[in-house]
């Protein structure tokens, strides 16, 4: 059923693994290093057609470049103030959501979590014109509240599908206990249930983090101008109106990969133990 440990295949397959893997990781990683390289290449290579070799000078004042000549702070500015609503918002309704439906057996149980389950099967694409109406209609159109209360409504769902599934598989006697004990289903929650569910907050932290940070469609769909445009939106405006200006968006490219790489790091061991907890449960 599980794919055998490479350790335990035979020599020839361990050595095309080992052959393999190098291949594989240059291939992945080979966009990213020519991101890398055209983010230091100097204006005047590209121009002359130098576009995949070695640059003439090492241009490291891009970087400068587009904190100085750009609305690229704006952006990294802007990024923030959707991106960190959004996971705190969708994280705390997932977990009272997910609490509910893990802990609580009524009649709709199952039929409430089916619908939260199947809102991540709608295309997003389809809702487009009907969400940009209603955020014109109601006046969130171009605004941080508008993008803030889209992103929870769509990431609710997700996150309480990985919140449910991970309450269900607490001991349930301690719950069991406490309400013998006469403790509230509020407290029970707040000193319980939450002190064990860190491991998954922090991993769907991450999670959110990066869907919501690396978003485009609706960054471009419900936003206009810099004013609220996040970086991923705000990247494409770094282009000239005539000329391309790849190396600018090579730079801003790296600079707006590194808030979510950072927090991985950091998030590292509790992102792990997150996803993995359970995971040996019978």
Known sequence: MFPKPIQKASPAMQWLYALALPLALVLWLLPLLGVAVTSVRPASDLAQGNYFGMPSTLAFGNYLEIFTQ????????????????????????????GFALGVYRFRSNLLVFFMFVAGNFVPFQILMVPVRDLTVSTGLYNTYTGLILFHVAFQTGFCTLFMRNFIKALPFELIESARVEGVSEWRIFRYIVLPLMRPAIAALSVLVFTFIWNEYFWATVLTQGAEVQPVTAGLFSLNGQWIAQWHLVSAGSIVAALPPVLMFFLMQRHFIAGLTLGATKG
Not at 73 to 87: D, L, W
Request: aromatic letters at 10%; hydrophobic letters at 50%; proline letters at 7%.
């Open 70 to 97: 750009t609305p690229m702070a704006n952006y990294i500015r802007n990024s923030f103030f959707v991106t960190i609503p959004t996971v705190i918002g969708a994280v705390t309704l997932s977990c009272l959501a």
